[in-house]
Every structure is written in structure tokens, then in C-alpha cells.
């Protein structure tokens, strides 16, 4: 197999890191993005910066939880407009560098570096890595960590393993040492549920997972997960990275910090994202035929369920009804770790 390199960027606390660059006197505050930005109101924490997670706030939390957790922070609505622009920008920074670039929400991405057939891609990679932090921090005036990885497994972990305003490289040769000792809960995909079930089996570190027979792991975990766990323990993830553009669409979709099972949050989120993109279809005056919703559970499956008007709308009371409709289609067998929504055939 040709040797690769990829990169994981992951803006460091995105949505509150844009509210403090749209409000300088806002750094080194606790700052709290969610719904209308009311704490008194019933809502969800979109985003908190690193401040306001020393108390204990996280995506996803009720508002008024964070409140009682941290009274003193900055409370924040959410400012879809100002985020997008801002991804926009930073996506369109990391295609400078390769025309293989994978959003992973708004505010991450995986790049694949590419070159010459049999030559080794990672040295130049690190090279690039660094550039794009550096330029991320100059041009956009945003702080990024930044992993690099033979796959993106190992690109994504070592992102994670350098938060915040972090920069970490793991070679295909270390890729073991750096794994084996971690708990299991830092292995990509497993969630707190897993966690446990993996711990009442003796499994603790990655390491131990490792070692784990797959046939073990496909009898406690099925077949698809239980092979996942074997491969990704030991460094392995073949996934290519697949660039998401396509033209004639408008989307947004959101990566929870930590993944959910509430219902409520999941359709609460699904709406504010609807109401954006028929905002956005409004200002740039098109209509839509098709509109989509995407669901990402915590194992990294990704499912999307679509429908298609009669007649092309603009309108939130038309959309918002068929993607609920398309919500309520859909089974949660485990937590959800994404939410999105697309709109499609625009005239």
C-alpha cells in the first residue's frame, strides 16, 4: 500500500472563538453560545470557550445548567451567518494545499496530501501542517490544532491529543507506543456507553484492545463495530478522504463536543440549522426542491434521509415540517455525534 499522509485541523472552540474575534474585550472571559443567547430560556450550549469549560460547560448542555455551572460567563446567540463565513474562509485556505479536503462540520477537516507516485508524502505534509496553523492564526486571527497521521484515524487522535492550540505528528511507526496506553475512551469513535461495556469485558487501554481476538469483539459488539474496535485499536483506517463540495446546495450541519442521546437537543439543533439555511435561501433569493438531513451517530455510521417538494420552496414552514418528518424516519440505536441538513436543486 502507497504510504499517506493526512492532516486533521480542528478551530479551537469555533463558535465562541468568532464571538470574541467579532468582540476583542471578550478574550480571556467565559463566553457561552447557544440558542437566542437567554440563559432564563429553554436551549442548548452551541459552543463554550475553554474559560467557561472549566466549569464544567460542554455542547450540548442545557443553558440554564451552564448558568448555574458558570453565572459570571458571557451568554451569546447563535450567529450561523458569522460562523459560515468564517468556514468559508477556512476551508477555502486548506484547498490551497490539496484539492482532497473533507469537511467535518464547520469549524474541522481532513486534508490528504498527495504526491508523486512512491514518493513519501508525510515530510511534506508536516511542512504543511505547520504553514496552515500559522496562516489559520494570521489570516483568520483563529487558533487551530492540528494532527498529522498516516490515515485519518491517526490524524484525527492526534489533533485531539494537542487541544487546545495544539500541534502533534504521530509516524507510522509510532503508531503503537502512542496508542497503547491510552484508556479506550480516547480510541475515535468510542463513546462513554462503549467505554463501559469494553471495561466490564477487562479492556482498558487501547493496547488491550488491541491484543483483543476479533472474533471476541464481534460477539459482544456485532460484526461491523466489533471489526472497527480490532482495526482501529491497532492504528488501521483505510477511509479515504473525500472532498463533500457540491455545487447547487446549501448546508450546515453542526459536530457535537460530546455526543448525545437527547432527542430534544438533536431536533432543537436540527431546527436552528433549518432555519439558517431557509435564512440563507432568502437572502440569495433561491428556492429548493430537495432538502436533506444527515445524522452521524457516535461509531462514525453516517445515514441521510431526503425528500423532495412538488413545487421548489423557500419557505422555513415548508422545509422545517419535511425535515422533521425526516427525523422522525430515523432510529437512534446509540448517541448521535452530528447533525445536518442540506437543501438541494436550487432555482
Same mark, same amino acid.
Given at each position: 500500500?502507497?504510504?499517506?499522509?493526512?492532516?486533521?485541523?480542528?478551530?479551537?472552540?469555533?463558535?465562541?472563538?468568532?464571538?470574541?474575534?467579532?468582540?476583542?474585550?471578550?478574550?480571556?472571559?467565559?463566553?457561552?453560545?447557544?440558542?437566542d443567547?437567554?440563559?432564563?430560556k429553554?436551549?442548548v450550549?452551541?459552543?463554550?470557550? +475553554?474559560?467557561?469549560?472549566?466549569?464544567?460547560?460542554?455542547?450540548?448542555?442545557?443553558?440554564k445548567?451552564? +448558568?448555574?455551572?458558570?453565572?459570571?460567563?458571557?451568554?451569546?446567540?447563535?450567529?450561523?451567518?458569522?460562523?459560515?463565513?468564517?468556514?468559508?474562509?477556512?476551508?477555502?485556505?486548506?484547498r490551497?494545499?490539496?484539492p482532497?479536503?473533507?469537511?467535518?462540520?464547520?469549524?474541522?477537516?481532513?486534508?490528504?496530501?498527495?504526491?508523486?507516485?512512491?514518493?513519501?508524502?508525510?515530510?511534506?505534509?508536516?511542512?504543511?501542517?505547520?504553514?496552515?496553523?500559522e496562516?489559520?492564526?494570521?489570516?483568520?486571527r483563529?487558533t487551530?490544532?492540528?494532527?498529522?497521521?498516516?490515515?485519518?484515524?491517526?490524524?484525527?487522535?492526534?489533533?485531539?491529543?494537542?487541544?487546545?492550540?495544539?500541534?502533534?505528528?504521530? +509516524?507510522?511507526?509510532?503508531?503503537?507506543?502512542?496508542?497503547r496506553d491510552?484508556?479506550?475512551i480516547?480510541?475515535?469513535?468510542?463513546?462513554?456507553?462503549t467505554?463501559?461495556?469494553? /471495561?466490564?469485558l477487562?479492556?482498558?487501554?487501547?493496547?488491550?484492545?488491541?491484543?483483543?481476538?476479533i472474533?471476541?469483539l464481534?460477539? /459482544?459488539?456485532?460484526?461491523?463495530?466489533?471489526?472497527?474496535?480490532?482495526?482501529h485499536?491497532?492504528?488501521?483506517?483505510?477511509?479515504?478522504v473525500?472532498?463533500?463540495?457540491?455545487?447547487?446546495?446549501?448546508?450546515?450541519?453542526?459536530?457535537?463536543?460530546?455526543?448525545t442521546?437527547?432527542?430534544?437537543?438533536?431536533?432543537?439543533?436540527?431546527?436552528a440549522?433549518t432555519?439558517?439555511?431557509?435564512?440563507?435561501?432568502?437572502?440569495?433569493?433561491?428556492?429548493?426542491?430537495t432538502?436533506?438531513?444527515?445524522?452521524?451517530?457516535?461509531?462514525?455510521?453516517?445515514?441521510?434521509?431526503?425528500?423532495t417538494?412538488?413545487?421548489?420552496?423557500?419557505?422555513? /414552514?415548508?422545509i422545517?415540517p419535511?425535515?422533521?418528518?425526516?427525523?422522525?424516519?430515523?432510529?437512534f440505536?446509540r448517541?448521535?455525534?452530528?447533525?445536518?441538513?442540506?437543501?438541494?436543486?436550487?432555482?
Open positions: 500500500m502507497a504510504p499517506r499522509a493526512v492532516i486533521h485541523v480542528d478551530l479551537d472552540a469555533f463558535f465562541a472563538s468568532v464571538e470574541i474575534k467579532k468582540e476583542p474585550g471578550l478574550k480571556g472571559r467565559p463566553v457561552i453560545v447557544g440558542a443567547g437567554d440563559p432564563r429553554r436551549g450550549v452551541s459552543a463554550a470557550s +475553554y474559560e467557561a469549560r472549566k466549569s464544567g460547560v460542554h455542547s450540548g448542555m442545557p443553558l445548567k451552564a +448558568y448555574g455551572l458558570c453565572p459570571l460567563a458571557v451568554f451569546l446567540p447563535v450567529d450561523f451567518e458569522a460562523y459560515e463565513k468564517e468556514s468559508e474562509r477556512f476551508m477555502e485556505l486548506l490551497d494545499y490539496s482532497q479536503v473533507e469537511s467535518f462540520g464547520l469549524d474541522e477537516a481532513f486534508i490528504e496530501i498527495l504526491s508523486e507516485a512512491g514518493a513519501d508524502p508525510f515530510p511534506n505534509a508536516v511542512k504543511i501542517a505547520g504553514e496552515i496553523k496562516r489559520i492564526k494570521r489570516e483568520l483563529l487551530a490544532s492540528v494532527g498529522v497521521g498516516p490515515n485519518k484515524l491517526i490524524a484525527k487522535m492526534a489533533c485531539d491529543m494537542g487541544k487546545p492550540d495544539g500541534f502533534r505528528v504521530v +509516524y507510522e511507526k509510532d503508531v503503537e507506543k502512542t496508542l491510552l484508556p479506550v480516547e480510541l475515535w469513535g468510542v463513546g462513554r456507553k467505554e463501559r461495556r469494553l /471495561n466490564d477487562g479492556i482498558k487501554t487501547i493496547g488491550e484492545l488491541a491484543k483483543t481476538p472474533q471476541h464481534e460477539r /459482544n459488539f456485532g460484526p461491523n463495530i466489533g471489526a472497527t474496535l480490532h482495526e485499536a491497532r492504528g488501521v483506517d483505510t477511509s479515504p473525500v472532498s463533500f463540495r457540491e455545487p447547487g446546495t446549501l448546508s450546515r450541519e453542526v459536530t457535537f463536543e460530546e455526543d442521546g437527547d432527542i430534544y437537543i438533536i431536533k432543537e439543533t436540527l431546527y440549522l432555519e439558517d439555511v431557509a435564512a440563507r435561501l432568502k437572502d440569495i433569493g433561491r428556492k429548493a426542491r432538502v436533506t438531513i444527515k445524522i452521524r451517530y457516535s461509531d462514525f455510521k453516517t445515514i441521510t434521509r431526503g425528500t417538494f412538488e413545487t421548489a420552496t423557500g419557505s422555513l /414552514n415548508d422545517w419535511s425535515a422533521l418528518k425526516l427525523l422522525e424516519s430515523v432510529e440505536p448517541a448521535v455525534r452530528l447533525v445536518g441538513v442540506k437543501v438541494s436543486g436550487l432555482g
